[in-house]
Antibody
Framework: EVQLVESGGGLVQPGGSLRLSCAAS????????MHWVRQAPGKGLEWVAY????????YYAGSVKGRFIISRDNAKNSLYLQMNGLRAEDTAVYYC??????????????WGQGTLVTVSS | SFELTQSPSVSVSPGQTASITCSGD??????VCWYQQKPGQSPVLVIY???KRPSGIPERFSGSNSGNTATLTISGTRAMDEADYFC???????????FGTGTRVTVL
C-alpha cells in the first residue's frame, strides 16, 4: 500500500524556518517525481515545488522561489521541504504528492495527509 | 502567468448530471487532470490526461478538454460526490503546475 506521511509542521514566527519531511512507503520511491502542494485555511490548492526522481530537476512556484528548498533522500525514502524566511501567507496545510509520469503531466496519484504550518507571532 | 478559472459553485440534484468547467488560455493544448477533495481530507485524483480515470474511480466521472475549456462531468450524481473539485495543468513556459480556483459541488 502506497503511503506518504508528512511531519514537521507547527507554529513558527515570521522570518523563521521550518523543515518538513515526507516519509514514503509501499512503492519504489527512487523511481518517482515528487511534489509539495499547500492549501491555506479555507482556500484552494497551490503547487509549491517539484523534484525529479534523481533530484536532477527542481522547480518552484514563484511565491516560494529563493526561500524554500525541496530535496530528497532516496536511500531513506524521504522528501523534504526546507522553508526559510516564512511569512504569514505561508500558513497552510502542506501535502506531499507523487507524480507517476512526467510524460503525461500533471497527475498526482497519491497524497499524504498533510501537515499544518502556522506562521504567526 | 498562466491561470485556470473555475466557477465557484455548482448545485445538482441527486441522479442528475453535474458539469464543472475549467478555463485557461489554449488549455486544449495541455493535459488536464481533476481532483476531488472532501472536507478534512486530502485530494483524490479522479481524472488525468483529460479523460482517463484512475483505478477505483467510478465510471460516472468523465472528462474532456478542447479549446480553452476543460470539463469534468459527473453523471448520475450521488450525495457522496459532494466535494470541492480542482483542475490542474502543466505550464511548460514557466515550468509550473497550475491548479484551478476550485468548484464546490453541492448535491441538493
Amino acid at each position: 500500500e502506497v503511503q506518504l506521511v508528512e511531519s514537521g509542521g507547527g507554529l513558527v514566527q515570521p522570518g523563521g524556518s521550518l523543515r518538513l519531511s515526507c516519509a514514503a512507503s509501499g512503492f519504489t520511491f527512487s523511481s518517482y517525481a515528487m511534489h509539495w502542494v499547500r492549501q491555506a485555511p479555507g482556500k484552494g490548492l497551490e503547487w509549491v515545488a517539484y523534484i525529479s526522481s534523481g533530484s536532477s530537476t527542481i522547480y518552484y512556484a514563484g511565491s516560494v522561489k529563493g526561500r524554500f528548498i525541496i530535496s530528497r533522500d532516496n536511500a531513506k525514502n524521504s522528501l523534504y521541504l526546507q522553508m526559510n524566511g516564512l511569512r504569514a501567507e505561508d500558513t497552510a496545510v502542506y501535502y506531499c504528492a507523487r507524480e507517476p509520469s512526467i510524460a503525461a503531466r500533471p497527475q498526482f496519484d497519491y497524497w499524504g495527509q498533510g501537515t499544518l504550518v502556522t506562521v504567526s507571532s | 502567468s498562466f491561470e485556470l478559472t473555475q466557477s465557484p459553485s455548482v448545485s445538482v440534484s441527486p441522479g442528475q448530471t453535474a458539469s464543472i468547467t475549467c478555463s485557461g488560455d489554449e488549455l486544449g493544448d495541455k493535459y488536464v487532470c481533476w481532483y476531488q477533495q472532501k472536507p478534512g481530507q486530502s485530494p483524490v485524483l479522479v481524472i488525468y490526461q483529460d479523460s482517463k480515470r484512475p483505478s477505483g474511480i467510478p465510471e460516472r466521472f468523465s472528462g474532456s478538454n478542447s479549446g480553452n475549456t476543460a470539463t469534468l462531468t459527473i453523471s448520475g450524481t450521488r450525495a457522496m460526490d459532494e466535494a470541492d473539485y480542482f483542475c490542474q495543468a502543466w505550464d511548460s513556459s514557466t515550468a509550473s503546475y497550475v491548479f484551478g480556483t476550485g468548484t464546490r459541488v453541492t448535491v441538493l
